[in-house]
């Protein structure tokens, strides 16, 4: 089993003050043959339909001092698990949970930002202290 990320607990209790079930912990991702883990499973009722949203996340500290190397580790993480979630669950939408801190500083940054565009990522921005969701962005 992975190693769990240092915000792990903070996020999913996060999620579950959003209204979110945790479904899967880790959400584990197999295609042909090929094993990876996401870090959470969750779902939430959406008003006025049957089905449920469900996303799969993947939490980001960005602990090191090269921010662009941890970009590049969970640009990596983030395509190899949108290749499997769209072949084996297309009803699962990926969110890369990352801290409100980092969202504030370093994913504002032109260059960034344009990275964020490019590979249509959406965020999950929370706060580590509180164990709040802060805001959603979907691409």
Do not use: C
């Amino acid at each position: 089993m992975p190693q769990v990320d240092l915000y792990h607990h903070q996020v999913r209790t996060a999620l579950i003050k959003d209204g979110w079930t945790i479904t899967h912990d880790p959400y584990v991702l197999e295609f042909k043959g090929r094993r990876v883990y996401a870090d959470l499973g969750a779902e939430k009722p959406l008003a006025a339909e049957k089905d449920n949203l469900k996303i799969v996340v993947e939490i980001k500290v960005f602990g090191t001092p090269s921010l662009m190397t941890e970009l590049e580790k969970a640009l990596g993480q983030y395509g190899i698990y949108r290749t499997f979630l769209r072949r084996t669950s297309p009803d699962r939408k990926l969110y890369l949970a990352i801290p409100v801190d980092i969202h504030q500083s370093f994913f504002q940054e032109g260059a960034i930002q344009e990275i964020v565009a490019d590979y249509a990522l959406n965020l999950l921005v929370f706060d580590a202290e509180t164990e709040v969701v802060v805001e959603w962005i979907t691409n």
